[in-house]
């Protein structure tokens, strides 16, 4: 038994940390975010190179061949750095939508695609195959996966649809409401149970958006912690006041236990069926209330600081808000934990 | 990532799973602890020993089994016992605190004399640590310890002694050295129970039962030698101590199983048809799939030889809040059939609405014992986090 990260999964992280941190600087954030796309070539052209839209592809197809865990842990350092990649939809559930419900020859024509990082997918739930709100990652997608409620999944191109792109609150990433007109569509063929499918794929993304929160909350706490450590009024450093540290020991003791919650939702994905649902649902529930605790007690922490324009922190706050609402929010995913239990109809 | 068991542990389980089949009928039932062992407890307690699923790691020359320290194997054996429903053997202040602290500090002789003696159930043991006057700020203790003709001769108070009425030794801190510094005044001394000048009177908490005790001294003498580690080294004794007691509060498999019982307590009252009901109840079951996985990180790094640091200070602060929580769920599912209460009395198995109610009660305490959830996130933020000492105040 050993529940922790792989010394392989340790290297990819630190990999991973150093790319952003040379590329996500304050700065870089403020710039791309007024145009609000969610999108940065040159960032997206060193992602490539790392490899990381090959994450989840099978090697046979030009990936890595890595599981949910994985993207999980590459999720973390995202919303860590706030960066303008598109990751949960894009990468994460699009690859999966065509690796567990898509025709060989399908696969084949797509998936070494992905991982040369030639397709970007915006991704969406549609009622009737109209129309989507609220897609992910739809920023300057080249092409949109769409879901109708039986489960079937549609490919359009993104030049047959229309799009009305909102920069959304969270400025990293938009929101953006789609139209089809006649457009031409590929169906995947997940020929036994499509819906079953589309959840494995609408889970994966619910642990990578609560990845994503847990590394913009403990972004926010870590540099919440570092203020007050040198922040000084009445003639003393404000951390040592018992107020605020009994603050940061709620804050650590709501935190600390979300990153093994996260990673065990996400290996479920990847290898406990019997426990995948429950921990996706309860994991992007519990992040999503925790996510919110922090960021607000970060915030208030940096006093008038925080508020303000100038610090940045707010990027992070409304990312975390963002990671709230997309895919479910807690009260839709706990009942719908409720009703996968049967204890509601 | 890796959750099987490998071969070593699986054949343990197995090992576990035979004995269970074989004696798991002379088990003494679950709960209890707030009396002392009866005949039935302490032999399955003797056969605990001699299968090492007690003491595993206390080596054979103080009766223990002598196994390499493995945390997964300690893992290994409480699921099994506890997924079977099966008593795990006794968990006293002696077994849990004095034990580990004898073997890390204690001499040849103390080892020799106390630890078999101890882990096999024939001595029990409490703790007098805390006074009127001194609770989190336990180093401000006042009962004196005075050398006299080779004996310290004791006289103070101690509370919240927990087994006093019953328990056979008592470990002691006394100031022995009052010229010294307060953390440096301290000695930590081993004495009977039953040596002349000793009074004890039960304390009746709010669960209704008396948990603890008063324990008054009037010129008790304690033989020199029965010091741990020599004059004014107490407080690190203590130390030594609570760092074992810590670490036992807030075990993910209690908070598993209280939540299957209040699940279950849900059901049956039909309340997962009321949406707020649900919801408070779904919360905590995400709490608690957090809560299990940080611990099986937990039980890695330990494994591994890693001090997890704030991972594992936050352990009993959020344990118990944790476990009050899942209490107050299940109180406020009774509804107004939780609020008659009257417990049958220590030895007998209560109706489930007292038996929630005791636990309710009893996490109150649970969160000011072994240092207070407010010490706890003292030391939560200065020590796991860095954070800056308060500035001590001027002495009034």
């Known amino acids: ?345 | 990532m890796d959750l099987s068991l490998s071969d070593k542990h699986l054949s343990l389980q197995e090992e576990v799973r035979g004995f269970i089949r074989e004696h798991g009928h002379e088990s003494p039932k679950l709960g209890g602890g707030r009396k002392r062992p009866d005949r039935k407890a302490l032999d399955w307690q003797k056969l605990l020993v001699d299968h090492g699923y007690v003491a595993r790691t206390i080596p054979r020359e103080y009766g223990g089994y002598g196994a390499e320290p493995d945390v997964m194997e300690a893992a290994v054996i409480a699921a099994e016992f506890a997924g079977a429903g099966i008593y795990a053997g006794l968990t006293n202040q002696g077994i849990s605190m004095l034990v580990p602290t004898l073997l890390e500090v204690g001499t040849e002789t103390q080892k020799q004399q106390w630890i078999e003696q101890t882990i096999r159930g024939d001595v029990i043991w409490c703790q007098g640590y805390s006074e009127p006057g001194a609770g989190s700020d336990l180093a401000s203790l006042t009962t004196r310890g005075v050398l006299q003709d080779g004996h310290f001769v004791i006289n103070g108070q101690k509370i919240w002694t927990s087994s006093a009425h019953y328990a056979d030794m008592m470990f002691l801190l006394c100031r022995t050295e009052p010229d010294q510094p307060k953390h440096d005044g301290i000695s930590y001394l081993l004495l009977s129970m039953q040596t002349p000048g000793i009074e004890v009177r039960p304390l009746r908490t709010m669960t209704g039962r008396a948990e603890f005790n008063e324990v008054f001294f009037t010129d008790v003498r304690v033989p020199e030698d029965q010091i741990v580690l020599g004059r004014g080294k107490g407080w690190y004794v203590a130390n030594v101590t609570l760092k074992h007691e810590r670490s036992m509060i807030g075990s993910a498999e209690k908070m598993t199983t209280r939540l299957e019982q209040l699940i279950t307590l849900m059901k049956e009252r039909g309340l997962l048809g009321m949406a707020e009901y649900r919801d408070r109840l779904l919360k905590l079951q995400g709490e608690v799939i957090a809560w299990k996985a940080h611990n099986l990180r937990l039980l890695t790094e330990a494994a591994q030889g890693v001090d997890s640091g704030v991972k594992r200070m936050i352990i009993k602060y959020g344990g118990t809040m944790l476990g009050f929580r899942l209490a107050s769920l299940a109180i406020d599912a009774l509804g107004t059939d939780g609020l008659p209460f009257e417990s049958a009395g220590e030895d007998a198995e209560d109706d489930d609405a007292t038996t929630w109610n005791i636990d309710y009660l009893y996490d109150v305490g649970l969160m000011i014992g072994g240092g207070s959830n407010n010490i706890q996130k003292n030391i939560i933020s200065e020590r796991g986090l860095d954070l800056p000492r308060e500035p001590k105040v001027a002495r009034v």
């Open chain 1, 1 to 345: 038994m050993e529940f922790a990260l792989s010394e392989e999964q340790r290297l990819f992280a630190d990999s991973l940390r150093g790319l952003l941190a040379d590329r996500v600087s304050i700065d870089a954030l403020r710039r791309h975010a007024d145009g609000g796309t969610g999108f940065d070539a040159a960032l997206w052209d060193s992602l490539v190179e790392l490899g990381l839209p090959g994450l989840l592809v099978p090697e046979r197809f030009g990936g890595a061949g890595l599981g949910v865990l994985d993207a999980a842990v590459a999720a973390e350092l995202l919303g860590g750095a706030a960066a303008f990649a598109p990751f949960a939809g894009s990468i994460v559930m699009a690859t999966l939508a065509f690796v567990h419900g898509a025709t060989e020859a399908l696969q084949d024509a797509w998936l070494p695609r992905i991982a040369a990082g030639e397709v970007r997918f915006g991704v969406g739930f549609s009622q009737n195959g109209g129309q989507i709100t609220a897609a992910i990652d739809a920023g300057a997608p080249t092409h949109l996966l769409v879901y109708l409620p039986d489960g079937t999944a549609l490919v359009v191109a993104a030049e047959h649809a229309s799009m009305r792109m909102h920069r959304s609150i969270d400025r990293t990433r938009p929101v953006t409401d789609v139209r089809f007109d006649q457009a031409r569509a590929v169906v995947l063929d997940a020929a036994n149970a499509p819906l079953a499918t589309m959840q494995r794929v609408l889970d994966a993304g619910r642990v990578v958006l609560a990845a994503d929160t847990l590394g913009a909350a403990q972004h926010m706490f870590d540099q919440a912690l570092a203020f007050v450590k040198q922040r000084v009024q009445f003639n003393r450093v404000i951390g040592s006041f018992q107020a605020v540290k009994h603050q940061f020991a709620d804050m650590v003791t709501m935190l600390e236990p979300c990153r093994a919650m996260v990673w065990y939702a996400a290996y479920a994905q990847d290898a406990l069926p019997d426990e995948a649902r429950l921990t996706a649902l309860q994991t992007k529930a519990h992040l999503g209330d925790v996510g919110r605790d922090i960021a607000r007690m970060a915030t208030e922490a940096h006093g008038g600081m925080g508020f303000t324009d100038l610090l940045g922190l707010h990027y992070w706050f409304k990312r975390i808000s963002f990671n709230r609402q997309m895919l479910g929010g807690p009260e839709h995913c706990r009942e719908e934990a409720a009703r996968l239990q049967g204890w509601t109809a």
